[in-house]
């Protein structure tokens, strides 16, 4: 299991998260912990959760497995590099994890550590573009650190972010960017207005601003962590 929803803050230590945790209910996901192909279990798992929290979880079920497979086209990778302009390159790779949608599945299909180096990260991070399966927001940041590592020229950074929504603790966390004296985020979640931010923010506190204006319109209370 891991706690869920959105995801996970890079820089909190586990006793931190266990700390918060007992405090509210937190959502909890399960995890393909054997990788790839996907094994039978873990299958098992992600169908009964869906069974377990669908209305018409049994149905739905049955319908999807016993419809005939059709192989889907996967979304080109983007080439990001220095010699294109770096808003074309950021809105780019954005499309891209927009594309490969958010994991409403209950089963996170990709391990993430978070104790691993960068250069083990990066190397999931080919495993998520190669399987082109649906992620969520903390893998959304790790496939975006790696599409954007020739942008030489833009720092980099998460911000993470914890609300509370009927009684139960939610995480968050985007890739922040700074370019040419602005501030920008790309990211993946439920909510359209919780991801990506173009690279027009004057200051950092411009940008979590925003975003915490946009908690504020769904009513969750609101705890921003940088």
Known sequence: WIMADDDIDFSKDPAQ???TAVAAPVSCWHVNKTGFPIGRDTWEQMW????????????????????????????????VSMSQPV???????QSYIQHLQYNHTGTQFFEIRKKRSLSRLMETAKEMVHEALPIKCLEAVIVVLYLTAPLLNVARFTISFKSKFRGTNHRHIVLALTHGGRYGALGLSRR???????????????????????????????????
Request: hydrophobic fraction near 35%; include cysteine; proline fraction near 8%.
């Open 192 to 226: 359209h207005d919780l991801m990506y931010k173009p690279l027009e923010y004057k200051t950092l506190t411009d940008l979590v601003m925003d975003y915490l204006n946009c908690y504020k319109q769904c009513n969750d209370h609101f705890f921003p962590n940088m």
């Open 17 to 19: 998260e266990e700390a």
């Open 48 to 79: 009964q959760h869906v069974v377990r929290v669908h209305p018409q979880g049994a149905s739905v079920v049955a319908a999807i497995r016993n419809k005939p497979g059709k192989k889907e086209p996967l979304q080109a990778v983007p080439n």
């Open 87 to 93: 808003e074309e390159g950021l809105l780019a790779v």
